[in-house]
């Protein structure tokens, strides 16, 4: 394919994908009050859990030498991590049930990517509220930190959070990939969401195994940790830091290689 080719295409994908994203919120806003409650819901429990968090410091002034702000700041770095995930990428929640349907077999015979199609599909609305709860504790923290602020800064920041991102979103593919293999997908996808909680907290409050498996095995530390570590502790960066956008790519693009040789291996109910 040559590269004049590929510029078309992308220009092409890019195109149809914001026309899909516009039908699908247009439908979603015509029920207004859904947009909001949900987004208010969002907004309102990770509040909750920013009140948590200040309960937990007033009887504890810091968590293996992690301080109140220092722990803010990988919470909100965490949301908004997430945000595109929950945006995004909300329709690996119901490849369960369009695979054991055969509703899936539809996304297999339009010309265009079958990942693509199919995720594109959906763009979940309470992820603004996601968004929303983490900026501004993020910028809380970031304040209450006296945390240098330029324009260098805001470019790394953005670096970070679309690779932690990524992320995230590999770790949901590969859960949703399941599957086309498995009967019981489903429940890979919920144990996957259940460690998303672990990324707000620094694994060093963690022993060793857990450690070793939040690097290596179920990567939630690079959701928040270790590009946190950029801002919170500029003299003594890790190397895994500064690898965070490579493994991050890498990470997505094995999910994206799983997630279609199960596509392509799909062949619908049998029925």
Same mark, same amino acid.
């Given at each position: 394919?040559?590269t004049?080719?590929?510029?078309? +295409?992308?220009? /092409?994908?890019?195109?149809?994908?914001?026309?899909? *994203?516009?039908?699908?919120i247009k439908?979603k806003?015509?029920?207004?009050?859904?947009f909001?409650?949900?987004?208010l +819901?969002?907004? #309102?429990?990770? +509040?909750?859990?920013?009140?948590?968090?200040?309960?937990?410091?007033?009887?504890?002034?810091s @968590?293996m030498?992690?301080?109140?702000?220092?722990?803010l700041?990988?919470?909100?770095?965490?949301?908004?991590?997430?945000?595109p995930?929950?945006?995004? !990428?909300?329709?690996?929640?119901?490849?369960r049930?369009? @695979?054991?349907?055969g509703?899936?077999?539809?996304?297999c015979?339009?010309?265009?990517?079958?990942?693509f199609?199919?995720?594109? =599909? #959906?763009f979940?609305?309470?992820?603004?509220?996601l968004?929303?709860?983490?900026?501004?504790? %993020?910028?809380?923290?970031w304040?209450?930190? =006296? %945390?240098?602020f330029?324009?260098?800064? %805001?470019?790394?920041?953005?670096?970070?959070?679309?690779?932690?991102?990524? /992320?995230m *979103?590999a770790?949901?593919?590969?859960a949703?990939?399941?599957?086309?293999?498995?009967?019981?997908? +489903?429940?890979?996808?919920v144990f996957?969401?259940?460690?998303?909680?672990y990324?707000?907290?620094? #694994?060093?409050?963690?022993?060793?195994? &857990?450690?070793f498996?939040?690097? !290596?095995v179920?990567?939630?530390?690079? @959701?928040?940790?270790?590009?946190?570590?950029t801002?919170?502790?500029?003299?003594?960066?890790?190397?895994?830091t500064? &690898?965070?956008?490579?493994?991050g790519?890498?990470?997505?693009?094995?999910?994206?290689?799983?997630?279609?040789?199960?596509?392509?291996n799909y062949?619908g109910?049998?029925?």
């Amino acid at each position: 394919m040559s590269t004049k080719i590929k510029k078309r +295409g992308l220009a /092409f994908y890019i195109k149809i994908y914001f026309k899909i *994203i516009a039908q699908d919120i247009k439908s979603k806003m015509s029920y207004r009050a859904d947009f909001i409650i949900s987004n208010l +819901g969002m907004i #309102i429990q990770h +509040g909750a859990s920013f009140i948590t968090f200040w309960i937990l410091f007033q009887n504890f002034p810091s @968590v293996m030498g992690w301080e109140y702000e220092e722990m803010l700041f990988f919470y909100g770095f965490s949301l908004i991590a997430m945000t595109p995930m929950q945006c995004l !990428f909300d329709n690996n929640w119901f490849l369960r049930h369009k @695979v054991y349907s055969g509703d899936f077999i539809k996304y297999c015979f339009r010309p265009i990517n079958v990942f693509f199609y199919y995720i594109s =599909e #959906i763009f979940d609305l309470k992820g603004i509220g996601l968004f929303t709860a983490g900026t501004a504790i %993020l910028i809380y923290s970031w304040s209450k930190l =006296e %945390l240098a602020f330029s324009v260098l800064t %805001l470019g790394l920041l953005v670096i970070n959070l679309v690779a932690a991102s990524l /992320f995230m *979103i590999a770790i949901m593919n590969l859960a949703a990939a399941t599957c086309f293999w498995t009967i019981n997908g +489903g429940i890979t996808m919920v144990f996957a969401q259940q460690f998303q909680s672990y990324a707000r907290y620094p #694994i060093t409050i963690f022993g060793k195994f &857990l450690r070793f498996v939040f690097t !290596f095995v179920i990567p939630m530390a690079f @959701v928040s940790y270790y590009p946190s570590l950029t801002f919170l502790s500029p003299d003594e960066i890790p190397l895994l830091t500064w &690898l965070c956008p490579l493994i991050g790519v890498a990470f997505f693009l094995l999910s994206y290689f799983v997630w279609m040789k199960g596509a392509k291996n799909y062949s619908g109910t049998g029925s």
